[in-house]
T-cell receptor, first 112, second 112 residues
Framework: GQSLEQPSEVTAVEGAIVQINCTYQ??????LSWYQQHDGGAPTFLSY??LDGLEETGRFSSFLSRSDSYGYLLLQELQMKDSASYFC?????????????WGLGTSLAVNP | NAGVTQTPKFRVLKTGQSMTLLCAQD?????MYWYRQDPGMGLRLIHY???????AKGEVPDGYNVSRLKKQNFLLGLESAAPSQTSVYFC???????????FGDGTRLSIL
């Protein structure tokens, strides 16, 4: 089977750092992506890891360990506007047209 | 830049009615997708297309049909709407399966 697990909710305060974990079990793996979705809005792409290690984009970083089937999204210097849902998604194998397998999302609440 | 445009944005249907949701992208992307999103369920893939004239079933295809007659357009049809199809529908596109997906703003569909 194929599954992704991420926490359903995370709460943090403005200016803090938060880490959202994602573990996966899939029959094929090409890479791990993260998307952000504000209430009532569309998902938007944040980051992508195909290889082990850390990818940094401004205040956001994403990490992947293929051997552990684990990744995380790190948000630094949290701002109120970071309150949103964050989805991890595994990119499947070429034989499956590299379809995304989505987690259920983590709702992040940033408090003053 | 328009990106991915979905029409309509909102619609209320009666059980048994039919309708078509339109997705248009102006980025010359090969891959297009239709998802539905329900509370607590994340994004579930309905149908997708890897190029003009092609379609394939996703995770939850029953009750839906699609067509991709032109590269820029991907249509989602509900032949006989059911209350279980009340959801938010998102269209997405990308250049290749391993590239970031670009989403439309969604269509909020209620079936009474």
């Amino acid at each position: 089977g194929q599954s992704l697990e991420q926490p359903s909710e995370v709460t943090a305060v403005e200016g803090a750092i938060v880490q959202i974990n994602c573990t996966y079990q899939t029959s094929g793996f090409y890479g791990l992506s993260w998307y952000q979705q504000h209430d009532g809005g569309a998902p938007t792409f944040l980051s992508y890891n195909a290889l082990d290690g850390l990818e940094e984009t401004g205040r956001f970083s994403s990490f992947l360990s293929r051997s552990d089937s684990y990744g995380y999204l790190l948000l630094q210097e949290l701002q109120m506007k970071d309150s949103a849902s964050y989805f991890c998604a595994v990119i499947g194998p070429a034989g499956n047209n590299r379809k995304l397998i989505w987690g259920l999302g983590t709702s992040l609440a940033v408090n003053p | 830049n328009a990106g991915v445009t979905q029409t309509p944005k909102f619609r209320v249907l009666k059980t048994g009615q039919s309708m078509t949701l339109l997705c248009a992208q102006d980025m010359n992307h090969e891959y297009m997708y239709w998802y539905r999103q329900d509370p607590g369920m994340g994004l579930r893939l309905i149908h997708y297309s890897v190029g003009e004239g092609t379609t394939a079933k996703g995770e939850v295809p029953d009750g839906y049909n699609v067509s991709r007659l032109k590269k820029q357009n991907f249509l989602l049809g509900l032949e006989s709407a059911a209350p279980s199809q009340t959801s938010v529908y998102f269209c997405a596109s990308c250049a290749r399966g391993d590239q970031p997906q670009h989403f439309g703003d969604g269509t909020r569909l209620s079936i009474l």
